[in-house]
């Protein structure tokens, strides 16, 4: 694990102190024990070129004492106290970056329980892979701004400045006999050296950015050394099988020993709770900090034992821990050297078969950062962080994965996927005589505005005629508040009086269910797009040339759904119309092929705003489409329609009782929008604006929020 987190020039002092464990009521945990059971500060250590640091006036060999380290976050010389470099735009100097390398949890446990001889083994694996991701870090990610041609580039740096403290243990938890073990580093990088050996600030958004490549590199050298320290290795562990441990440590202890991570896990929880989404990166490192819990001192034989007490109670023992390191010791022969290989080469393209998953389980599109990450995590403890590198290179020379115009790359997967959907789009775009005819379009368009009210607008009507036209797959690009529904129930209508059966689908059962009440003509006709294949597949649904497909929320659709989906219509000589706007909801796993689907038809689109004839509020609606929210905010503000609230919470209840005002004084129905709200939260809303219904006495109309 690897987080990332800038400290300021103002507290450098205090995070000097916490780093060498030299805070005025020392804590146990975040310290170090001398035998004896004495605090002893932390041992840091420069992690810089000699020549650069005999430049500060500092020894290279020496430990990091807190006024050099103090000085360096203020931006000053250690020794003549002069600026060593410029203030930043906005006037000030950023103290440094911490870039915090903690290891797997069942590492800091075979650590905690091991003989001496262990844990050197461990801390020296540990070591080197902090030093080879430092070095990763210095060669790889471009943590230094300069202007060139008036234009701001960045780049590598030469060498950076940095102080290393390794802690051995979580900060402590109320009620816990001992703190946790855990390995971990604290890596301060306060300034960086360019090329020209001039002193710079570190660019902060370049680690950032880098941070999840640079813990899948940490992850491997550590990996790595491990595996060569005798240490057997478990890849494909954690989330997305991110992670990897030490197999043999029991999951229940690895449990035991993560009093810590809960704790934070149970802030982020409340946090969720008050404010109606997850904290951010930021947010969850204050979390962790105003969790933190005073300790009392605890002597090294006293932590040991605590420790060696909770291993035994989930059945893991020191004898366990020393075995651990043995337990790949085997005599080499021939024979299992071969079958060492022909393993070995067995799992490495079956990694690499997870890893082109994995490239694509989001988007199907992706950057050679995530290429690398997604490499390094998925062949730790197989190959060295070189060896991942040079598997990924490999990957791209054989074109299992395709770099594209944009400097982007994808799978041969996806693309192949891309392809098949596009030539069936082609073949199904054109002329197949699915006409309806005139009189079946006129009767449906008349319908259909019986149910509103009104007549269907010219646009509609031009909708309707090009998607119930001859060719076998259609497609409508449907923005909020235009009127799609009525266009899809004016198209069902039309295809059901020439005889043929209408289904509208979509990806997820709420959007199917949805479809049916907005477009009666498919009420009791819905179903989601992967019931809809299984069933044609098993035979339970009949599809043929006298069925007509209506998939709502086409956006959402990934490459898999879609590339079964276009099978599927091709095969059985039915039709499809896609209908969608890849501007609102995203693909659940990698999409972007309803915006392709299009320029193979005929598309046609809805602008016409029909909720409201205010054009001010159109102009608004358009700007937010646009991607101009400027525009549109300054409107709303202009309006008084613009409220700020501490909480997501908060800014709902207000966005209820504002609309039941409303709807009290003028009659008319609100819609209130709540951004990036969870299901739960909608339901909760919904059930809000219920309860205040019933108190009206059904003098308040629907709300949809």
């Known amino acids: 694990m690897v987080t990332a987190a800038s400290i300021g020039a103002a507290k450098g002092g205090g995070y000097a102190r916490y780093l060498e464990s030299k805070t005025i009521a020392p804590e146990r945990g975040d310290n170090n024990l001398s035998r004896d059971g004495e605090m002893t500060e932390g041992s840091g250590r420069w992690l810089a070129d000699p020549r650069t640091l005999v430049r500060l006036g500092i020894q290279p060999a020496e430990a990091v004492r807190g006024k050099d380290f103090i000085s360096l976050m203020e931006g000053r010389h250690p020794a003549t106290g002069r600026w060593l470099r410029p203030e930043g735009a906005g006037g000030g100097r950023g103290g440094g970056i911490d870039v915090t390398f903690s290891a797997p949890k069942s590492v800091s446990a075979a650590w905690a329980l091991s003989d001496r001889d262990g844990r050197e083994r461990i801390e020296a694996a540990y070591a080197s892979a902090v030093a080879q991701a430092v070095e990763h870090m210095r060669e790889r990610v471009p943590v230094v701004r300069r202007r060139y041609s008036g234009q701001v580039i960045e780049e590598p740096a030469k060498d950076l400045i940095a102080a290393k403290h390794t802690h051995t243990t979580a900060r402590g938890i109320s009620g816990a006999q001992a703190p946790d073990p855990q390995l971990h ?8 050296v360019r090329d020209d050996d001039r002193i710079v600030a570190v660019s902060s958004r370049p680690i950032f950015r880098a941070a999840g490549e640079l813990g899948a590199f940490y992850r491997s050298a550590l990996a790595g050394e491990l595996d060569k320290a005798g240490y057997p290795i478990q890849a494909g562990t954690g989330k997305d099988g991110r992670c990897f441990e030490i197999a043999g440590v029991p999951e229940q202890l690895r449990e035991a020993f993560s009093g810590r991570s809960r704790e934070v896990a149970r802030a982020a929880e409340r946090s969720r709770a008050q404010h109606g989404r997850s904290p951010e990166r930021g947010e969850l490192r204050d979390l962790a900090l105003l969790n933190r819990r005073a300790k009392t001192l605890t002597t090294r034989t006293d932590l040991e034992q605590a420790w060696q007490e909770t291993a035994e109670r989930h059945g893991f023992t020191r004898a366990d821990a020393d075995m651990l390191r043995g337990s790949r010791q085997a005599r080499a022969t021939p024979q299992r050297d071969l079958s060492r290989r022909v393993s070995h080469a067995a799992e490495l393209e079956a990694a690499i078969e997870r890893i082109e998953r994995q490239l694509t389980t989001r988007h199907a599109v992706f950057g050679q950062r995530d290429l690398h990450t997604v490499v390094l995590e998925r062949t730790a403890g197989r190959l060295d962080p070189a060896g991942a590198l040079a598997l990924a290179h490999e990957m791209i020379a054989e074109r299992r994965v395709i770099p594209l115009q944009d400097g982007r790359l994808t799978t041969l997967a996806i693309r192949a996927q891309e392809q098949a959907i596009e030539r ?8 197949a005589g699915r006409d309806v005819g005139d009189l079946a379009r006129a009767q449906a368009a008349r319908e259909a505005g019986e149910r509103i009210g009104a007549p269907l607008s010219v646009e509609q009507q031009h909708a309707l005629r090009e998607l119930t036209g001859p060719q076998r797959l259609g497609a409508l690009i449907g923005p909020a508040v235009t009127g799609k529904g009525v266009v899809i129930d004016a198209a069902a209508r039309a295809e059901q009086h020439v005889g043929r059966e209408t289904l509208g689908i979509a990806v997820s059962g709420s959007t199917a269910e949805r479809l049916g009440k907005d477009s009666p003509a498919l009420s009791g006709r819905t179903l989601t797009l992967d019931a809809l294949v299984h069933r044609a597949n098993t035979g339970a649904v009949n599809l043929g040339p006298h069925t007509t497909i209506i998939l709502d929320e086409a956006g959402m659709a990934d490459h898999e759904r879609l590339d079964r989906l276009t099978d599927l219509v091709e095969r059985t000589g039915a039709k499809l119309i896609a209908v969608g706007d890849s501007k609102q909801l995203p693909a659940i796993g990698p999409g972007g092929m309803f915006d392709r689907l299009t320029s193979h038809v005929r598309a046609v689109e809805l602008q016409d705003i029909h909720r409201t004839q205010d054009p001010d509020e159109r102009r608004a609606w358009y700007a937010l489409r646009a991607g101009e929210p400027e525009r549109a905010m300054a409107h709303y503000l202009h309006r008084g329609q613009l409220h700020l609230a501490a909480t997501r919470e908060s800014a709902a209840e207000a966005a209820v009782q504002h609309w039941r005002h409303l709807s009290h004084k003028h009659g008319f129905r609100e819609v209130a929008l709540i951004a990036d709200a969870s299901n739960t939260q909608i339901d909760r809303l919904n ?19």
């Open 185 to 192: 580093s604290h890596l301060v990088i306060t300034a960086a």
């Open 687 to 705: 059930a809000r604006a219920q309860h205040l219904r019933a108190q009206d006495d059904d003098r308040v109309p629907d709300t949809a929020i």
């Open 424 to 431: 069936r789009a082609a073949v199904l775009a054109q002329p």
